[in-house]
């Protein structure tokens, strides 16, 4: 069982940066794969980054490519998401989640993702 708890968010103005971080409790966290994802009310939850348990690779939502980044640090039990150049569009609940079993890459797919935190409201104002 992993325990995912998302922190970090907040207003910030268009062009802004934040960082979230998503602390993790459980003993599988070092062994797991990463996301974050995001969802705005009416939509369904979108992909926004995935890093897998060694941290060598890391894959992201094409759109977002070059402005967010994940990592993470398994000493910790945290991963993060550095969000720069935020924009309005960016507005939404940010999610943790991780997967159950080793898995050696990431998924795109919010279904492969076993556990969830409670979400982290980003609000970016123009």
């Known amino acids: 069982q992993v325990q995912l708890l998302e922190s970090g968010g907040g207003l910030v103005q268009a062009g802004d940066s934040l960082r979230l971080s998503c602390a993790a409790s459980?003993?599988?966290?070092?062994?797991?794969?990463l996301g974050w994802f995001r969802q705005t009310p009416g939509k369904e939850r979108e992909f926004v980054a995935a890093i897998t348990w060694s941290g060598s690779s890391t894959g992201y939502a094409d759109a977002l490519k070059g402005r967010f980044s994940i990592s993470r640090d398994n000493d910790k039990n945290t991963v993060y998401l550095q969000m720069n150049s935020l924009k309005p569009e960016d507005t939404a609940v940010y999610y943790c989640?991780?997967?159950?079993?080793?898995?050696?890459?990431?998924?795109?797919?919010?279904?492969?993702?076993?556990?969830w935190g409670q979400g982290t409201q980003v609000s970016v104002s123009s």
């Open positions: 459980g003993r599988t966290f070092s062994s797991t794969t």
């Open positions: 989640a991780a997967i159950k079993e080793y898995r050696s890459f990431w998924y795109r797919a919010a279904r492969f993702y076993d556990y």
